[in-house]
């Protein structure tokens, strides 16, 4: 702002400003370039016993058209899982609101409509959509009623297939343990050559193995591409359904009984000394694995047996083993290339973690199959009577390994497992795989002086101002001393 005092007598005002711009014309700038700020999505994992809501952030700024994701809250929807609200579907929906309002107040306001929101459902809304598809549709229209009724950018309501939830899991694991990509020292993100991990999940219904494939599928429907950080990623899904958890605790008692001739009073090696139980037979044999298993030679009124427990690991080890028919467990096709690394998720290896250092997960097995009933009890007063079935699952788990599956033991753990305190399940990866179509917001471009020169160029201006307001300052005293008042 320049002033002029007494008329055009002081050009000084002038001359500074003048001084100024031509300095300020002087000065070389740079180029600044300012990141732009953070995205944000939204899944909501729709599981059998609950919902949970994950909010992720990510950078704009995107690595070879990937977001680099982070978990930036949660919110678990109270209630039971939406498959559950079957008497009034409405209500699947209502359920889903605290968690959203959490949202809306997590994200900031003016990124609300830029924030993809998507629920996928699983094992519990597979199921209910096979036997009642009528009550699954009108359960999924609830919950898309209500997700649609908020700002956020709406990207559908689905039944996620088994092989979608293996292949986004196996994402997300790959991800959390920097096998796509690490940050360097250098300060930037490059590309990771440790190579990536399969993940074998023990879900109660079936055996879920994913992996990277390294050369042509011989099933290409088991087959899922995903591009990711520049680069793209051949990944095989496959179920083995009769060597899920349940499934496998049925054709055990199935063989204990079967090898020892239905005799009324049988012995499982797998179970804890002193620990016995009786077992219908018929109620077990009913199952479309243990079927495949043999016929039931025994009348549906003689098929109660009691069974008691013997903790004997090398029994236990020999009866397992009887359940892997090579041909149905893995045919060529089915098996995963050689020398493949498996992420396992089950809780039995948590258990085993708590039982010994399991280096050796032969010797953590035979630990825990060798304690009795009371021995066990004694070392988990907690959860006491929770272990009857433990050593098979444990026995199970070993045998795979056994067979040549290479196990990262020190990642594994239970299904709700986090790795660097972001929860690793298919809601991540669903949303790494989103950011590639999530377009990428430009850097802003500013002018800037450096530091130094612009404190320079304050102490010129100060000086210059300085000096022309002194210099009026004298001329108006001048000017008043040479025509005094009369």
């Given at each position: 702002?320049?002033?002029v005092?007494a008329?055009?007598?002081?050009p000084?005002?002038?001359?500074?400003?003048?001084l100024?711009?031509?300095l300020?014309l002087?000065?070389?700038?740079?180029?600044?370039?300012?990141?732009?700020g953070?995205?944000?999505?939204?899944?909501?994992?729709a599981?059998p016993?609950?919902?949970?809501?994950?909010?992720?952030?990510?950078?704009?700024?995107?690595?070879?058209?990937?977001?680099?994701?982070s978990?930036?809250?949660?919110?678990?929807?109270?209630?039971?899982?939406?498959s559950?609200?079957?008497?009034c579907?409405?209500?699947?929906?209502?359920?889903?609101k605290a968690?959203l309002k959490q949202?809306?107040?997590?994200?900031?306001?003016q990124q609300?409509?830029?924030?993809?929101?998507y629920?996928?459902?699983?094992?519990?809304?597979?199921?209910?959509?096979?036997?009642?598809?009528?009550?699954?549709d009108?359960?999924?229209?609830?919950?898309?009623?209500?997700?649609?009724?908020?700002?956020?950018d709406?990207?559908?309501?689905?039944?996620l297939?088994?092989?979608?939830?293996?292949?986004?899991?196996w994402?997300?694991v790959?991800?959390?343990?920097?096998?796509?990509?690490?940050?360097?020292?250098?300060?930037?993100?490059?590309?990771?050559?440790?190579?990536?991990?399969?993940?074998?999940?023990?879900?109660?219904?079936?055996?879920?193995?994913?992996?990277?494939?390294?050369g042509?599928?011989?099933?290409?429907?088991?087959?899922?591409?995903?591009?990711?950080?520049?680069?793209?990623?051949?990944?095989?899904t496959?179920?083995f359904?009769?060597?899920?958890?349940d499934?496998?605790l049925?054709?055990?008692?199935?063989?204990?009984v079967?090898?020892?001739?239905?005799?009324?009073?049988?012995?499982?090696?797998c179970?804890?000394?002193?620990?016995?139980?009786?077992?219908?037979?018929?109620s077990?044999?009913?199952?479309?694995?243990?079927?495949?298993?043999?016929?039931?030679s025994?009348p549906?009124?003689?098929d109660?047996?009691?069974?008691?427990?013997?903790?004997?690991?090398?029994?236990?080890?020999?009866?397992?083993?009887?359940?892997?028919?090579s041909?149905?467990?893995c045919?060529?096709?089915?098996?995963?290339?050689?020398?493949?690394?498996f992420?396992v998720?089950?809780?039995?290896?948590?258990?085993?973690?708590?039982?010994?250092?399991?280096?050796?997960?032969g010797q953590?097995?035979?630990?825990?199959?060798?304690?009795?009933?009371?021995?066990l009890?004694?070392?988990?007063?907690?959860?006491?009577?929770?272990?009857?079935?433990?050593c098979?699952l444990?026995?199970?788990?070993?045998?795979?390994?056994a067979m040549?599956?290479?196990?990262?033991l020190d990642?594994?753990?239970?299904?709700?497992?986090?790795?660097s305190?972001?929860?690793?399940g298919?809601?991540?990866?669903?949303?790494?795989?989103?950011?590639?179509?999530?377009?990428?917001?430009?850097?802003?471009?500013?002018?800037?002086?450096?530091?130094?020169?612009?404190?320079?160029?304050?102490?010129?201006l100060?000086?210059?101002?300085?000096g022309?307001?002194?210099?009026?300052?004298?001329?108006?005293?001048?000017?008043?001393?040479?025509?005094?008042?009369?």
């Amino acid at each position: 702002m320049v002033v002029v005092v007494a008329g055009g007598d002081h050009p000084q005002p002038v001359i500074v400003a003048g001084l100024t711009g031509i300095l300020l014309l002087c000065v070389s700038t740079k180029i600044v370039k300012i990141p732009p700020g953070s995205k944000y999505g939204i899944v909501l994992d729709a599981g059998p016993s609950h919902t949970t809501l994950f909010i992720y952030q990510w950078s704009a700024k995107k690595e070879n058209n990937t977001g680099v994701v982070s978990e930036h809250s949660t919110c678990t929807v109270q209630g039971p899982g939406i498959s559950d609200y079957s008497t009034c579907p409405q209500e699947a929906g209502n359920s889903l609101k605290a968690c959203l309002k959490q949202a809306m107040e997590a994200i900031p306001e003016q990124q609300h409509s830029q924030t993809p929101v998507y629920l996928g459902a699983t094992a519990s809304m597979r199921l209910l959509n096979l036997t009642n598809p009528a009550l699954s549709d009108a359960l999924l229209a609830a919950v898309t009623s209500t997700l649609k009724s908020y700002p956020f950018d709406f990207q559908g309501v689905k039944i996620l297939s088994s092989q979608k939830e293996g292949v986004f899991l196996w994402a997300a694991v790959n991800y959390l343990l920097e096998n796509f990509i690490k940050y360097a020292w250098t300060g930037h993100w490059i590309h990771s050559r440790k190579g990536t991990v399969g993940v074998m999940t023990l879900r109660r219904d079936s055996l879920q193995m994913t992996f990277m494939l390294k050369g042509e599928s011989q099933d290409p429907e088991k087959e899922v591409m995903l591009q990711l950080y520049g680069h793209t990623y051949k990944v095989n899904t496959h179920s083995f359904l009769c060597y899920g958890r349940d499934q496998v605790l049925k054709r055990l008692l199935l063989k204990v009984v079967q090898d020892q001739g239905y005799a009324r009073n049988a012995s499982n090696p797998c179970w804890p000394l002193s620990y016995s139980r009786k077992v219908l037979l018929h109620s077990v044999h009913a199952d479309p694995c243990t079927v495949s298993d043999g016929p039931l030679s025994v009348p549906a009124h003689e098929d109660t047996f009691h069974i008691t427990g013997s903790s004997n690991s090398s029994a236990c080890r020999r009866l397992v083993g009887k359940l892997f028919n090579s041909s149905s467990f893995c045919s060529f096709s089915d098996c995963p290339p050689h020398g493949t690394k498996f992420l396992v998720i089950s809780e039995m290896l948590n258990f085993l973690k708590e039982m010994a250092p399991y280096t050796d997960l032969g010797q953590a097995t035979d630990l825990l199959c060798g304690m009795s009933k009371k021995e066990l009890n004694e070392k988990f007063k907690e959860r006491p009577n929770m272990f009857a079935d433990h050593c098979t699952l444990s026995t199970f788990i070993y045998h795979l390994h056994a067979m040549g599956y290479q196990f990262d033991l020190d990642s594994s753990g239970q299904t709700a497992f986090q790795i660097s305190d972001t929860s690793a399940g298919w809601a991540l990866g669903y949303m790494l795989n989103l950011t590639n179509i999530i377009p990428e917001d430009e850097l802003i471009l500013l002018k800037g002086i450096e530091n130094g020169v612009w404190s320079l160029l304050l102490i010129l201006l100060v000086l210059l101002l300085t000096g022309s307001f002194t210099r009026i300052s004298y001329r108006v005293v001048v000017k008043d001393d040479a025509h005094p008042e009369s």
